[in-house]
Nanobody
């Protein structure tokens, strides 16, 4: 399985931006759909954004559509999440995940076979 490592979390004020990055190693990166999930304290881990193995299709949760953008670079084996117009409700630990899929972007947690350790993003009001 591919190993994933997130970075780029931090503390920003509402309306600000953060860019999260995920570096992959140990697997065939282009065989995986990639996604970002997030989990706030006391809440379930939820799908945020995903991109297919080619990188030409993406999917976003309604709560972040128009504010976040996901981008993958198969040559560099990275996937990023650009987060703009951040809101306090975006505060969570953000996880990078990989699913062995070549046809689409799964939304369910059980479809993903590899996970990073997470990076904290905090948005103050």
């Amino acid at each position: 399985q591919v190993q994933l490592l997130e970075s780029g979390g931090g503390l920003v004020q509402a309306g600000g931006s953060l860019r999260l990055s995920c570096a992959a190693s140990g697997g065939i990166f282009s065989s995986y759909a990639m996604a970002w999930f997030r989990q706030a304290p006391g809440k379930e881990r939820e799908f945020v954004a995903g991109v297919n193995w080619i990188g030409d299709r993406s999917d976003y949760a309604d709560s972040v559509k128009g504010r976040f953008a996901i981008l993958r670079d198969n040559a560099k084996k990275t996937v990023s999440l650009q987060m703009n117009s951040l809101k306090p409700e975006d505060t969570a630990v953000y996880y990078c995940a990989a699913a062995f899929s070549r046809i689409g972007v799964p939304r369910t947690r059980d479809a993903y076979v590899s996970w990073g350790q997470g990076t904290q993003a905090t948005v103050s009001s």
